[in-house]
């Protein structure tokens, strides 16, 4: 939000190596052979499918793609990782299962594990023969991690810590041979981590749950009755299990960015079939503008997302290099994962409003059929709204982006409330910027102005509510859907500008016609949320400041959004399929 990105400086999923498209076609490969063909039995969750496909994916190395090489793993970037959760995305329950196993039900270990955990844990996690889950949620405790009743003592003989509570939400409980448990030990006031074994004696697992979607992955609830848990099973140290669900949560956001990828793909590509298809009044439906119009935005919606996923991934994998010079590689990734926690909350909510986006427009260009459970869309769009929920729901992240971007500003980490009063004091003194003939640098100076109607929002409801803010929730949230809209088009400004680089500019109109719209988009929305949160707080002389500042710094050029979005269309009917 403070400082300027240059496009030789993101990464672009144009630029994957060949190694990373193998693992990306070996993902494809095994979805095609081994997860659609057997989809309706996975979700009437047949008895052993599902732990029988992970452990067919492990068998290809696919469960080991983010874990050291010296646990039988691939020790492949955090980029790599994403790219494979995002073809692995298209998959629909097998994805949830897939991503959990390989995330948040190994990841805690590989991170956090001292050597003899490692050891013991990541090669069976690995080759899929243990299977992997992650055990936070609690009836009273789902975004308020911290308010977890599970208790954990310590044995007389000092060997076992006895644990005792109930885990809801629990995603491949019904299989899982590892578990990552969280609890407060005696009367702690932050929770600490362990490592559970399934056979531990007094664990008991409820039936599965039944469920609005995602039906074939599965979810029970936990009870945890006098377990006793070795010691050497405590994850770390004391008391750093609220860190380390944090610092999980941020990767698994990242991560739930790029998984949304692979389904929005799956739909796009559902929908352009089926309108090469469907005829009505004698044509086509994919002859129609407003049919063009759908597919044009279901593409830029996952184009969008798509930049800013592997801008942000390749952001972890530098931070991780960079810190690897001062301590342990695992260290280094967990600070990164920290230090993009902003990111991670914008992708999850980004990801996960697009995914809706693109589902709910395939089933309205399917029509009444659409609507039927004999079409696949049907699938996509029942799995789809669990992504607003998981990891934290978009409510809760919105307001995370705002109020960590507030603390580091506090922090001095970043120069933001020196830079938010500085263009709140330019208020004063407006004055139309300098615009470039050059379409990319231009496109630049207006991302950098949409900043600056953020920048003077923050300086004002700071000075205005100072620790008050925290209440004022739906100027929080105007501000993020402020943020989180300039940092995906200024994402998919920085691709194609690099794109055209590499490529030339020629090649690159449809790119361009992409970025047109969702930069002409972002400027309303930017424009609307900062009225929305004036228009909350502010009266008189300020109220006409702010205002004219609102409408000044979001002035966009003007862009034939009709013929864009159809050639845009038009390139993916030739093609049945998408291909950006």
């Not at 609830?221 to 099973?233: A, G, H, L, T």
């Not at 696949?376 to 992240?397: A, C, L, M, Q």
């Not at 047109?516 to 949160?533: E, F, N, P, Q, S």
């Not at 205002?547 to 009709?562: A, L, R, S, W, Y």
Request: aromatic content about 8%.
């Amino acid at each position: 939000m403070v400082q300027e990105t240059k496009p030789e400086d993101v990464f672009i999923p144009e630029e994957f190596d060949e190694e990373q498209k193998m693992i990306a076609q070996t993902c494809q490969d095994f979805l095609d052979t081994e997860v659609f063909p057997v989809l309706d039995r996975i979700d009437s969750q047949e008895e052993g499918l599902m732990p029988e496909l992970l452990t067919k994916s492990g068998e290809l190395g696919l469960l080991g793609i983010s874990l050291a090489e010296e646990y039988d793993g691939f020790g492949q970037s955090f980029t790599t990782s994403m790219l494979a959760s995002e073809v692995m995305g298209g998959g629909y329950s097998f994805a949830v299962a897939f991503s959990c196993h390989t995330g948040i039900g190994s990841l805690p270990i590989a991170y956090y594990g001292n050597p003899q955990q490692k050891e013991k844990y990541l090669p069976k996690l690995a080759s899929g023969e243990w299977k992997g889950a992650y055990c936070l949620t609690e009836p009273g405790a789902g975004s308020d991690a911290n308010a977890g009743k599970t208790k954990a003592v310590l044995s007389e003989d000092g060997k076992h810590y006895i644990l005792n509570g109930q885990k809801m939400w629990i995603t491949n409980a019904g299989f899982a041979d590892v578990m990552t448990v969280f609890a407060k030990i005696d009367n702690d006031r932050v929770l600490s981590a362990f490592i559970v074994e399934r056979d531990f004696p007094g664990i008991v697992f409820n039936p599965e749950e039944k469920k609005m979607g995602i039906k074939g992955s599965s979810t029970r609830q936990i009870f945890f009755n006098d377990v006793k848990v070795p010691v050497e099973n405590l994850l770390a140290a004391r008391g750093q299990g609220y860190r380390i669900a944090l610092n999980i949560l941020h990767m698994g956001r990242l991560k739930l960015g790029g998984n949304i990828l692979g389904a929005t793909k799956t739909a796009i590509n559902q929908s352009v079939n089926y309108a090469n298809e469907r005829k009505q009044f004698g044509m086509l439906i994919s002859e129609f503008g407003t049919i063009k119009h759908k597919l044009a935005q279901q593409a830029i919606r996952t184009f969008s997302v798509e930049s800013a996923v592997y801008r942000a991934s390749m952001n972890v994998d530098q931070i991780a290099s960079d810190y690897e010079l001062e301590c342990l590689k695992e260290e280094a990734q967990i600070t990164a994962f920290a230090q993009m926690a902003i990111e991670a909350a914008i992708l999850k909510v980004a990801g996960s409003e697009a995914l809706d986006y693109v589902v709910d427009e395939a089933v309205q260009i399917h029509g009444g059929m659409g609507y039927s459970s004999e079409m696949p869309v049907d699938r996509g769009y029942r799995d789809s709204r669990i992504n607003r929920i998981f990891e934290g729901t978009n409510e809760i992240n919105r307001i995370l982006v705002v109020d960590t971007l507030l603390k580091r500003g506090q922090k001095k980490e970043i120069d933001l409330f020196e830079s938010a009063e500085k263009a709140y004091n330019g208020l004063a003194n407006l004055q139309n910027p300098e615009l470039p003939d050059d379409y990319f640098k231009l496109k630049n100076v207006r991302v950098a102005e949409l900043k600056k109607a953020v920048l003077v929002l923050i300086h004002t409801i700071s000075n205005k509510f100072g620790r008050k803010l925290v209440f004022e929730q739906e100027i929080l949230n105007s501000l993020a859907d402020m943020i989180m809209n300039i940092y995906v088009t200024e994402s998919t400004l920085l691709r194609v500008w690099k794109l055209a680089g590499l490529r030339g500019e020629e090649t690159v109109s449809l790119q361009k016609d992409m970025l047109d719209i969702i930069a002409y988009d972002a400027a309303a929305i930017v424009r609307k949320a900062g009225l929305d949160a004036v228009n909350s707080f502010a009266e008189g002389e300020e109220y006409e400041m702010l205002k004219k500042g609102m409408e000044h710094f979001t002035q966009t050029d003007p862009v034939n959004v009709k013929d864009a979005r159809r050639r845009i269309a038009d390139k993916l009917i030739d093609e049945n399929k998408y291909i950006f």
